[in-house]
């Protein structure tokens, strides 16, 4: 069976599994659930007291307690990658077991925070090495050992970039004779009109 | 198989032999805790002034017990080869009862602990990938050129832990095409015919 939400792929496994445990609980404790798993996509942290304390009715295990959080999440980023409205999302999880007043409950939680989850997604997709701020100088040489009336302008850029890991970052140090800063300048104009025509 | 010990070994056991019942099973306590978490000195010298013995046996006492039960351990070696190997070193019956029991308890953990020892190979992670269009550069403009960048993020456990490296790999879609067929037919030669018959041997 195709699922929209998997990517037009068969519904994994432990995700047919697990939706048997989501049931287990009732819609509006699953509902506040939600709340807390999208939190957590959006990077605002998950309070795992209050998950504690919501599945505690059902009686789960640490294990299911961590399967349930597992299935959410997948469920809600899953729909958002493959950009799935609500009613699809409802009608397909129902199909494979949950409960409609479960599946209208995710679903109401997953449409007001569609948006926000595709713009979180499209955040973390893989960059490399942005480009954290430019600084530049302009200084003008006067002499130097080789030339004693130099008097000429250079600028100094100082490019500060995301490293490979996450949290570090890279300053690289440019200096650039007037000529080549002209044509750089040109050439990033040109790239710029480019960006704007497909905006 | 019978384990053959050093004579080093021996001696640094023998002071255990000579040790009563609630000794030998501290310092087996002991020996496992050096091999989850490495060595505490202080721990040493409580026992050492306990016994009245000095530190450096009592240390002795602790790595040859570690040492013995790490080389059983590896080599699977049955009960009885393991009882027989204690009773070459000198050990008396009890004693004996209580290290086969500290060696059948904890014989799967030592070794899923040495299995972790030996991993050089940086193994795989996670695989992020970016679709681009590449419209123009510098040179020319009005192009189309469609890329798939790949990071692929690796570990590599050694023994400070497990350090994590990453790949950036870029590839055009025919390429991307034919690494995918690659791995599919790697993955079919794990069906064929003398895969199964090797596999149904090992099992």
Redesign the interface.
Known sequence: MRFRFCGDLDCPDWVLAEISTLAKISSVKMKLLCAQVLKDLLGEGIDYDKVGKLTADAKFESGDIKATVAVLSFILSSAAKHDVDSESLSSELQQLGLPKEHATGLCKSYEDKHCALQDKLRDT????RRLDSVSWRVDYTLSSSELREVNEPLVHLKLQTQG?EPGSSDTTVVSISPDKFRVLLT?LKQ?QA?MNA?Q | MLLVLSEDHKEHLSFLTKADGSVVEEFGRLALEFLRKGTNPKIYEGAARKLCVPVGMVQHGVEGLMFLMTESSKHMISEVDFMDSVLALGFGEELIQSLLQLYVQHKHQIRSILSQLLCNQPAYHNL???LDVQ??S?SV?HQMVPMV?I?LLLTRSSDVGSTQS?M?LQTDPSSLLHMISTLEAALAAVKTSDARRILRNIK
Do not use: N, V, Y
């Not at chain 1, 997709?125 to 490399?128: C, K, M, P, T, V």
């Open positions: 997709s893989l960059r490399l490979t050439e790239a480019m497909l | 992020e990938w970016r419209l123009a510098r403009r960048t990071r990453c950036d």
